[in-house]
């Protein structure tokens, strides 16, 4: 119900859906493509199992990472520079540590600065308040998450806000967030500093 009303609030929301497909052909066109297969092939060069990037970012890994970028934006910090530090210590640190291997957790953490800085150049983010940016994080994490519903971290920090925040009007049911997700369990982690991946 909540996809679907999410899908529906996009069709009516053009300047969001730009955003949100700039956001989408950033990750892919230049973190993806570009920054991470070149953060992986210098790794593999002494280093084998960083060979294969692909396979290594499969399943809730971007979702994970879009959405923890959203809650470092919404705490509020007031050092942008400051956000992938902020989300790598929540991903890592936080209630629901993703079960990935050595590779996996190396590549979050240097996605998470790809992802960040790509966000701060696209035009219309110049200069605009960064808060404005984490509901559209938000619905593409939402949008590709392999299973949103299911996925806490989605469901939480994603799901939930987009429904209290900006849905709860189009859904046409009164729809308590804590009745489909349980009590908000996800708690800000502090900013401990040190090198951002």
Known sequence: ???????AWLADEAATRERIGALGAGLHGEVFDRDLRRYA???ASTDPAFA??????VGHFWC?????????????TDHPERVPRAARA??????????????QTALAGAALGFLWACFQRLPWFLGA????????LRVLGVLICPDPGVHPRVAQCALRPLVLDTLGG?????????????PEILRPVPDRGGPAS
């Open 90 to 103: 929540a991903l890592f640190e936080g209630w629901e540590t993703p079960l990935w291997d050595r590779v």
């Open 170 to 182: 189009t859904l046409g049911v009164d729809l308590e967030p804590g009745w489909l997700w349980g």
């Open 52 to 57: 294969d990037v692909g396979r290594a970012i």
């Open 129 to 136: 308040d960064p808060r404005a940016l984490a509901p559209q």
């Open 1 to 7: 119900m909540v996809l679907a009303a999410l899908v």
């Open 41 to 43: 092939s210098r790794r």
């Open 64 to 76: 994970d990472l879009l959405v923890e970028i959203a809650r470092a934006v919404d705490l509020g």
